[in-house]
Structures are given as structure tokens and as C-alpha cells.
């Protein structure tokens, strides 16, 4: 059997309709009335019928892309219970579900803990503040020397996400992102594409919104993980408890770096990445990192046949 991890997607995977296929599954079927007790909603209902105008309010996001990814993993171990990940992590958001695989985080206490983080994000910066870009087709050092080159005091830009060789996501203050994206078509970037978010994330923009989720983690009863979690702040392995809350707090600030993450797994001995949870668009980005990684997603029934065979091949 290959050696493998799983991955869970962030903000932005979701859709109206996701996961439709897999809600006869009682794993996903249990998983989302936890999710509803605890959010004192029906969330299951806004994933499958929508609006998608509140599916993509961020303190619905959120709990619904970590209840989706909770479900889906939960369903992949109760079918295959002998193939046990040797490691897991998230991307931004993915990684709360990477902790709630890794029996660091109740599932309960993390679908609360990411509404109050979509809430604090969408509180600390006002709307149209801030933005998003990503920049196709330049080094990473030349996009973190060219957001450092477009800020001005109080009108910063910084690298959020390192996302592959070549694909860099930009957060910070409106004008300075567009300061950036003019510096970098000169630079000769392929293309910048501005990203339609309503906060700008992974930035120092994001300060108040890491204090209140300290406040909160401070009250949740955390754990140990059980397997190693790849921090996005670290791109390295923790388990302890301390260094997951820093870890998470630090996240809100700091860059996602999701490529250097792929690779320490790699050379970590991980030979397979399997993505739980809506869409595929870590498996775009894992196969664009590293090609001879054995990729696969789970978000049916299906799926998890086809992950078994591939893992067991």
C-alpha cells in the first residue's frame, strides 16, 4: 500500500448542490446533523438547495466546507478503516478539518470555531478595503520583493498564498494590490487576476480577527494530534497543542505555503495525496507541484473506490 496523506480544501470550493451524490452515505448524513446541532441551523440544507448568496457569506463557508471535508473523511475511513493516513494538512481554512482528522480538534468546537473565524475575518476589514489577486508566471521572491516595493505606510500588500511554482495570491489594502499588479506586468507576469473575496486574507490586515481567535481557541479543549498536521505557516509537521494554537493564530497573518508543504511531504515519504472534501482544486495545484505524487479526491462513494484501488495498486 502507498504511504499517503490527505488534504482538505479551503474557502472557495464550495458550491450549491456539493457532496449532493454522497448524503445518502449515514457517515456524511451524521456528520452534517452534528453540524447542524451545533450551529443551531440547518446547514445542510443551505449546501444542497442554497441561495448561494448565503453558502458564500464566510461564516457560512466556512463550516460548510469543514463539515463537507469532516464527512467525506470520516466516510473514507469507516469503508477502509486498514488504510490509515500517515499525515494530513489544509489549505487556510482545510486545515481545521486536517486537525479534526488528526483528533486534535472536536468536530463540534471546530464548526463553531470557523463561523466565529469567518466572522472575525469579515469584521476586520470593512468591505472593499481590501482584495485579493493572484500573479501567474513570476518567482516567488520577485512577487514578495515587488508586494514590499507597492506598500506605503498603512497601504500594504503581502504574499498570502504560495500556491505552486509560478502561482502566487497577493492580500492587502485595494490600492496597494492594484499598485502591485501594475509593478508586475511589468515584471513580466502572465497574468493577474484579481480574486472576488469580500476580505483580504493572510495578511497583517487580519490582526484583530487573530486576536479574537485566540480569545477563542484559549476556550476550546484541544489535543494532541494523533498524526503529524503540516502547518501552512510552517510547511512543517506539529502534534503539540501549543504549537497548533500558535499555528492557527499565526495562520490569519501569515502566508499559506502550500507548495513547500507538498514537498516536505514528499520528501517526508508521503507517496500519495488524496484531497476530502468539495471540488478538486488541491489536486490541480498538488499535481502542478509534484507530478510523481499519486493523486486522488474523495467527495462520493464512488471516489473512495477508486482511492482504495489507486492506494492499494
Same mark, same amino acid.
Given at each position: 500500500m502507498k504511504s499517503f496523506a490527505v488534504v482538505f480544501p479551503g474557502q472557495g470550493s464550495q458550491s450549491v448542490g456539493m457532496l449532493e451524490s454522497f448524503m445518502t452515505n449515514p457517515v456524511v448524513a451524521q456528520t452534517?446533523?452534528?453540524?447542524?446541532?451545533?450551529?443551531?441551523?440547518?446547514?445542510?440544507?443551505?449546501?444542497?438547495?442554497?441561495?448561494?448568496?448565503?453558502?458564500?457569506?464566510?461564516?457560512?463557508?466556512?463550516?460548510? %466546507?469543514?463539515? +463537507?471535508?469532516? #464527512?467525506?473523511? *470520516? !466516510?473514507?475511513?469507516?469503508?477502509?478503516?486498514?488504510? /490509515?493516513?500517515?499525515?494530513?494538512?489544509?489549505?487556510s481554512l482545510g486545515e481545521y478539518s486536517a486537525l479534526v482528522a488528526a483528533g486534535a480538534l472536536d468536530f463540534a468546537d471546530a464548526v463553531r470555531l470557523v463561523r466565529l473565524r469567518g466572522q472575525a475575518m469579515q469584521e476586520a476589514v470593512p468591505a472593499g478595503v481590501g482584495a485579493m489577486m493572484a500573479v501567474l508566471g513570476l518567482d516567488d521572491d520577485v512577487v514578495v520583493a515587488?508586494?514590499?516595493e507597492a506598500s506605503k505606510e498603512g497601504d500594504g500588500v503581502w504574499a498570502a498564498n504560495f500556491n505552486t511554482p509560478g502561482q502566487?495570491? %497577493?492580500?492587502? +489594502?485595494?490600492? #496597494?494590490?492594484? *499598485? !502591485?499588479?501594475?509593478?508586475?506586468?511589468?515584471?513580466? /507576469?502572465?497574468?493577474?487576476?484579481?480574486?472576488?473575496?469580500?476580505?483580504?486574507?493572510?495578511?497583517?490586515?487580519?490582526q484583530s480577527a487573530a486576536d479574537k481567535l485566540a480569545e477563542a481557541l484559549a476556550a476550546i479543549n484541544l489535543k494532541d494530534a494523533s498524526i503529524k498536521v503540516y502547518a501552512n505557516v510552517l510547511a512543517a509537521p506539529i502534534t503539540a497543542k501549543a504549537d497548533i494554537v500558535d499555528c492557527l493564530v499565526k495562520q490569519l497573518v501569515g502566508s499559506v505555503r502550500w507548495t513547500e508543504s507538498v514537498q516536505k511531504m514528499k520528501a517526508d515519504g508521503v507517496e500519495a495525496l488524496i484531497e476530502v472534501g468539495p471540488n478538486k482544486v488541491l489536486t490541480g495545484l498538488n499535481r502542478k507541484i509534484d507530478k510523481s505524487l499519486t493523486l486522488g479526491n474523495i467527495a462520493s462513494d464512488a471516489d473512495i473506490e477508486a482511492v482504495i484501488a489507486s492506494l492499494n495498486a
Open positions: 452534517f446533523a452534528e453540524a447542524n446541532e451545533a450551529l443551531g441551523y440547518d446547514l445542510k440544507q443551505v449546501v444542497l438547495t442554497g441561495p448561494e448568496a448565503e453558502l458564500n457569506k464566510t461564516e457560512v463557508t466556512q463550516p460548510a %466546507i469543514l463539515t +463537507a471535508s469532516v #464527512a467525506a473523511f *470520516r !466516510a473514507f475511513r469507516a469503508a477502509a478503516p486498514e488504510l /490509515a493516513p500517515k499525515a494530513c494538512a489544509g489549505h515587488t508586494c514590499a502566487v495570491v %497577493i492580500s492587502g +489594502a485595494k490600492d #496597494a494590490v492594484a *499598485r !502591485a499588479g501594475d509593478l508586475f506586468k511589468e515584471k513580466g /507576469a502572465r497574468r493577474c487576476v484579481p480574486l472576488a473575496v469580500s476580505v483580504p486574507s493572510h495578511c497583517p490586515m487580519m
